[in-house]
């Protein structure tokens, strides 16, 4: 069935470093991808998406990356920050025709001082 | 705020009872989901409203849970006869998307801030 995964649940950096998660995706007709901050005891927080007719897509500190031939999104946070301390979802949008969107179970990234 | 709210933020209840919580989603947005999510995993999909249209239902949402969007506004998820299994944080997410569209635009969904549900 379909599966959104990550490949690794806890990642360490040192302030000021880029930060880099991935995900791995199973449903090669998804078209539609976001990436979500989560701190403890909030809802998600969008932080960037990106459309299956994408490679690359740029925001503020933060570079979303999908590799449609391998179905992987990575996200990339420069110059990481203690405030980037949070758990860090990828969601796949279902094709479905409801627009679920299918979650991983997480990455937490914890930024050492 | 213009976001998404949630109401109660916690819930604790002992098993047997029944709980309601209230979804606001943000005031121009025609789609709303509810999610559930327990430690250490990502949110699950439950139900989907366009609009009032129920349009989806999970199979994690058992015959003791029901949802409404009565005036295509506000939401609310109940779940009846609650079991200790229920312990999560439920989600509600609301986005924008035109009636009818199935092609690939983007229909991003911002999420509330969860109801924490303890069941003791």
């Known amino acids: 069935g379909e599966s959104v995964g990550l490949h690794l649940p806890t990642l360490s950096v040192q302030e000021g470093d880029n930060s880099i998660i991935n995900c791995a995706y199973s449903n090669s007709a998804s078209d539609y991808f976001i990436w979500y901050k989560q701190e403890s005891g909030k809802g998600p927080q969008f932080i960037i998406d990106?459309?299956?007719?994408?490679d690359k897509r740029q925001g503020q500190r933060v570079t979303v990356l999908l590799n449609k031939t391998v179905k992987h999104l990575s996200l990339q946070i420069a110059a990481t920050q203690p405030g980037d301390s949070a758990v860090y979802f990828c969601?796949?949008?279902?094709?479905?025709?409801?627009?679920?969107?299918?979650f991983g179970t997480g990455t937490r990234l914890k930024v050492l001082a | 705020d213009t976001g998404v709210s949630q109401d109660p933020r916690h819930k604790i209840t002992k098993r047997g009872q029944n709980v309601t919580f209230r979804c606001d989603p943000i005031?121009?947005?025609?789609?709303l989901y509810w999610y559930r999510q327990t430690l250490g995993q990502g949110p699950e999909f439950l139900t989907y409203?366009?609009?009032?249209?129920?349009?989806?239902k999970s199979r994690l949402l058992s015959d003791r849970f029901s949802a409404e969007r009565p005036k295509g506004s506000f939401s609310t998820l109940e779940i009846q006869r609650t079991e200790q299994g229920d312990s999560a944080m439920y989600l509600c997410?609301?986005?924008?998307?035109?009636?009818?569209?199935?092609?690939?635009?983007?229909?991003?969904?911002?999420f509330g801030p969860g109801t924490r549900l303890t069941v003791l």
């Open positions: 997410a609301s986005s924008f998307g035109l009636a009818g569209e199935f092609g690939p635009s983007t229909d991003t969904q911002y």
């Open positions: 409203f366009q609009n009032e249209a129920q349009l989806e």
């Open positions: 990106i459309r299956s007719n994408m």
């Open positions: 969601a796949e949008r279902s094709t479905s025709g409801t627009y679920k969107y299918i």
């Open positions: 005031s121009e947005h025609n789609r």
